[in-house]
């Protein structure tokens, strides 16, 4: 079983359509981490929290450490958050980051 | 120019070859990251680095090896490459001073080994 799962793996919705991408983890965490991923690869860190809220724009980002679970939302989608979202955690031996598989997300016009 | 520089961005190249993939940081960070991607798997880490005599292995580090020759530049090079090393290659970087902070990536190496 993967440390970091994440639901769904592929989503595309409508512009303008609310989003939410799903993260669970089954290890101890110091820190979880949610990462943009464009299509032409490069890689940016959106959030990073260890409870509670945080909000960017029209991205927020939510934890519950108790139920090990964290959600990625985006309010009113545009085409160019067509993006692969990666959830990723501070659980490793060293308190290296432990990938998910990432969600692939295509906002249509 | 950006914070973390991956060179080469592309490469080709043949099964037995040596292949060095460089970074740099301009961020001052101390740590040092090496991680491949591969379609419909999740970052895997390769070596890491926490300052320049603290080199690790990561999960997946059979058949490469890194060389950290300064705080800034982190190298990783596959000694002879094999078809199965065809992946999506990226540096990344982080401060450990203020606890857990992000990882700062670079944009990636694409290599293909024939």
């Known amino acids: 079983k993967n440390e970091v799962e994440q639901s769904p793996q592929n989503l595309t919705a409508q512009e303008g359509e609310f989003i939410t991408i799903n993260c669970s983890y089954s290890v101890g965490i110091s820190a979880l981490h949610w990462l943009q991923q464009h299509p032409g690869g490069g890689i940016v860190s959106l959030f990073m929290l260890s409870s509670g809220k945080k909000k960017h724009g029209r991205l927020i980002a939510t934890i519950n450490i108790q139920e090990k679970h964290s959600s990625l939302h985006i309010t009113a989608s545009h085409p160019r958050d067509s993006a692969v979202y990666i959830c990723?955690?501070?659980?490793?031996?060293?308190?290296?980051?432990?990938f998910g598989k990432g969600t692939k997300l295509s906002v249509k016009p | 120019d950006a914070d973390v520089t991956q060179t080469p961005r592309n490469r080709i190249t043949k099964t037995g070859k040596r292949i060095m993939l460089e970074c740099s940081q301009t961020k001052g960070h101390d740590r040092m990251y090496w991680y491949r991607q591969d379609p419909g798997l999740g970052l895997r880490l390769i070596y890491y680095s926490f300052d320049v005599k603290d080199i690790n292995k990561g999960e997946i580090s059979d058949g490469y090896s890194v060389s950290r020759q300064a705080q800034a530049k982190f190298s990783l090079s596959l000694e002879s490459a094999i078809p199965n090393q065809t992946a999506l290659y990226f540096c990344a970087t982080s401060d450990s001073r203020v606890g857990n902070q992000p990882q700062h990536f670079g944009d990636g190496t694409r290599l293909s080994i024939l």
């Open positions: 990723a955690v501070n659980g490793g031996s060293q308190g290296n980051l432990i």
